[in-house]
């Protein structure tokens, strides 16, 4: 069968591909043209992504295409070693046990660690775009991958100043690995994933110079390895950096952007958000479930591998579509409908399932639901302009808004024009 994740329908209601794929008698597609096996239940997303035995990372973050020769030239100078996404037991057990020490992943940790950073942005960017009421804003650059990226570079210990092209870098990222490029823009997307490698590296031997008292993530790991190679050597430390600073806003910009189209597109929603902040978290995973930021994700199998009535072969690349899996009736009732109120929605797989679980989960829920009310309070009367129409970013794994123009409602009579 075929799937064209870069082009029609999928950029423009990806939930249609997910249940024509769903309503389907075989388990499991093989795509040609994608050279992968779709895997779509929920059932089998889950086996597949709690099942590191059968299923590997070692290829989660290579491309999806057959890059130029030039541009694979420049990717294979990337020494990074694999640490989280990319890696498998045991080097994963053993990072992914230094990133539960030393980046906090539960709900009262990462209030207690995380909390004042990320009240402290949200204030900064609500605030601007209060002083801008009026005006058409798009929240996309100016608020839902904006507010992400400062929590992250704050938590890492990253200067401010650096935030723009450390956001170019992580947007050429996935758009190298997970969209489809020209030769020309592979090359240069290339080069600066190069760039981005060797600035992490650079920020984390110039921590390792100093002293290490610091409270941020990179001087906290620097510490819990203590100059042991056997713990953690100083590459990963760099390559967690170069993951976390991708993994850590990306998403999270992704279920902002989601789930405030979701609050201002339906009326009174928004008004519900701004009175009842006691709603904002079953909304928000209401949203997770609905439309997850990262809808399709990557294994290979290391076994010959049975899902459901068919056997994979070992060494094939397989995407466990999240999205599909999340609006799966056998495990959601009414699942086309969003609904803030269903009892099921936790049972989504937007963080994905077992040993490589989303570490970032507790901190992305706390920065969407901080965001929310905040705005809502501050904003109440914020909607969507008319014309809006959502229109995704061409790519297999992150599902971006490419806009999301917002005005306040009692101050601006938006005319099309306006646009
Ligand atoms: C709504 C926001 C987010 C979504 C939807 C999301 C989604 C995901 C998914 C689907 C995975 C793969 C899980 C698997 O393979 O089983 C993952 C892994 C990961 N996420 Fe997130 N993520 C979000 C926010 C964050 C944040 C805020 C951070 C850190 C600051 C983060 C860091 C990571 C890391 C490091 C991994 C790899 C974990 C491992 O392999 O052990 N994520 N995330």
Request: charged letters at 25%; proline letters at 7%; aromatic letters at 8%.
């Amino acid at each position: 069968m075929h799937l064209s994740p870069f082009t029609g329908t999928y950029l423009t209601d990806p939930a249609r591909v997910w249940r024509e794929l769903l309503a389907r008698p075989d388990d499991v597609h093989h795509a040609e043209d994608l050279g992968m096996w779709l895997i779509s239940r929920h059932e089998h997303v889950r086996q597949a992504f709690g099942d590191a035995d059968s299923f590997g990372n070692a290829l989660t973050l290579a491309p999806v295409y057959e890059m130029c020769p030039e541009a694979l030239a420049i990717v294979m100078r990337l020494d990074v070693p694999a640490t989280t996404a990319a890696a498998d037991s045991p080097v994963h057990t053993r990072t992914r046990r230094a990133l539960r020490a030393t980046f906090a992943n539960t709900g009262p940790r990462v209030a207690a660690q995380y909390g004042p950073i990320v009240r402290r942005r949200v204030d900064g960017l609500v605030e601007a775009l209060a002083a801008r009421r009026g005006e058409v804003v798009d929240l996309i650059p100016e608020f839902t991958a904006l507010l992400p990226l400062l929590v992250v570079l704050d938590i890492l210990g990253v200067p401010e100043r650096d935030v723009a092209r450390i956001r170019q870098w992580a947007d050429g990222q996935i758009a190298l690995v997970w969209g489809r490029p020209e030769p020309a823009e592979q090359v240069r997307l290339a080069q600066g994933l190069l760039d981005f490698w060797h600035y992490c590296q650079d920020l984390v031997a110039r921590r390792a110079e100093g002293d290490l008292d610091g409270d941020d993530f990179i001087s906290r790991t620097l510490r819990y390895r203590d100059g042991d190679d056997e713990v953690l050597t100083v590459a990963e430390v760099a390559s967690m950096a170069f993951n976390l600073l991708v993994a850590g806003h990306e998403t999270t910009a992704g279920l902002l952007a989601h789930g405030l189209e979701q609050a201002l597109s339906v009326p009174g929603r928004w008004r519900r958000v701004a009175e009842d902040p006691a709603t904002v978290p079953a909304f928000l995973e209401e949203a997770l479930r609905f439309g997850p930021a990262i809808d399709g994700w990557l294994r290979v199998t290391l076994r010959p591998v049975t899902i459901g009535d068919v056997t994979i072969p070992a060494g094939q690349r397989c995407l466990l579509l999240i999205g599909a899996a999340n609006r799966d009736p056998a495990a959601f009732s009414a699942p086309d409908r969003f609904d803030p109120e269903r009892d099921d929605a936790k049972d989504h797989l937007s963080f994905g399932y077992g040993p490589h679980f989303c570490i970032g989960a507790a901190l992305a829920r706390l920065e969407a639901e901080i965001a929310l009310v905040r705005l809502g309070t501050r904003l109440p009367a914020l909607r969507l302009v008319p014309w809006h129409e959502p229109q995704f970013q061409a790519n297999l794994a992150f599902r971006s808004l490419r806009a999301l123009p917002v005005s306040e409602q009692r101050l601006t009579l938006i005319s099309r024009e306006a646009k």
